[in-house]
Each structure stands twice: as C-alpha cells, then as structure tokens.
T-cell receptor
C-alpha cells in the first residue's frame, strides 16, 4: 500500500503552545507535500520536498510555521506559537515512485487551537 | 498558472440516480488528471486518474474521460449509492508545476435513500 501515516490524528491545544505534526511515508517516494484544509480556503499547499530537500515553501502562511524532513522516512510540520486561526486539518502526502505521478494522502491531523 | 474549476455544490441525489460532476482545467503543459474523494472525517483518497488525452479512468463504478479538446474531466456514475456521499475533488498535476497537485474547490455530494 502506498501512503503515509500521520500523527497525531487529533490535537487540541491552547493558543501560544507549540504544535508538532508528524508524517511517516510507508512507501517509496520522491516528493512529500504538506497541505492544509479549511472550510474558508479549501486545500492549500504549504510546502513540498523533493528527495528530502525543501523546494517551495511559498505556501507557508507565516514564520510561525516550519517544516523539516531529516530523512526519507520522516517529516514534521511545526507551528510555534499556535493561534486559533491555525485550526485546520493538515495533510501530508507523497508522490509514490511505483505508481508514477500519483499522490497519496494521509488521514490528516485535525488541529484545534483554543 | 494552472487552475481547476469544479461544479459548485452541494449536490443532492436520490439513490440509483445518475451523477455528473463537471470539472474543467487550465494548464500550461500536459497534465495528469485526478479525482479524489473525501469521506466525512477522513483524508483524501484517490478515486481515479488519467494521464493522457482520451484516457478513461474508472473505479468503483465511477468514470471520467480526459478530454483535451474541451479541457474537461467530468466525473460520472450511473447509479449512486448512499455510501457515495462525500466531497469530490478534481485535481491536476502538471510537469511544469513540479508535480504538485492543483485542486478544484470540491463538490459535496449527498445521496438520499
């Protein structure tokens, strides 16, 4: 199976706290993407990596957001400090090598900042 | 730049009705086209795809044909079920955009028994 495992699935945190979202690819990939989904703005691409190297972070809303990919098996998206307007579903996705240019999504991390 | 325009929702149908969700696109290169489905509380799942003109993607009774002349990729199903209720996203991946997906706004489908 292609795809990723995301954690946590759900998080509720207080404004000002640091939030770290995790993504673990479970299949071979060359690209990894972080998306955010909200009712108001739909799906937004935040950042993507190619072979673990960040390529385009122009979608990252503010300096409070940062993402890392220390190796092919792990990536994090960090928000510090968090704000209520960061409440959203955050998806990690990969482009699976074996299936050509198909992108597979994780189940998402549902973040609520109160 | 690339863009995807999707039929506005929500769409409400009775079980066994015919479904069409329209999708048109603008791309600079030769994109691959996708339909993703999102069930309540879940992530996006790939429903079907087509990588070149005149290809037909199909899965779970859903079909979509890549029409280059009309830049369209409409989703169809002959007989919908209650379990098809979800949000459907049309998307494209263009080599010119470094393989990231460009999504439509999504169409909420509700199927009533």
């Amino acid at each position: 199976d292609a795809g990723v495992i995301q954690s946590p699935r759900h998080e509720v945190t207080e404004m000002g706290q640091e939030v770290t979202l995790r993504c673990k690819p479970i299949s071979g990939h060359d690209y990894l993407f972080w998306y955010r989904q909200t009712m108001m703005r739909g799906l937004e691409l935040l950042i993507y990596f190619n072979n673990n190297v960040p390529i385009d972070d122009s979608g990252m809303p503010e300096d409070r957001f940062s993402a890392k990919m220390p190796n092919a098996s792990f990536s994090t998206l960090k928000i510090q400090p968090s704000e209520p307007r960061d409440s959203a579903v955050y998806f990690c996705a990969i482009r699976d090598i074996l299936s050509g240019n198909t992108i597979y999504f994780g189940e998402g991390s549902w973040l609520t900042v109160v | 730049g690339d863009s995807v325009t999707q039929m506005e929702g929500p769409v409400t149908l009775s079980e066994e009705a015919f479904l069409t969700i329209n999708c048109t696109y603008t791309a600079t290169g030769y994109p691959s086209l996708f339909w993703y489905v999102q069930y309540p509380g879940e992530g996006l799942q790939l429903l079907l795809k087509a990588t070149k003109a005149d290809d037909k993607g199909s899965n779970k009774g859903f079909e979509a044909t890549y029409r280059k002349e009309t830049t369209s990729f409409h989703l169809e199903k002959g007989s919908v079920q209650v379990s098809d209720s979800a949000v459907y996203f049309c998307a494209l991946s263009d080599q010119g955009s470094a393989r990231q997906l460009t999504f439509g706004s999504g169409t909420q489908l509700t199927v009533l028994p």
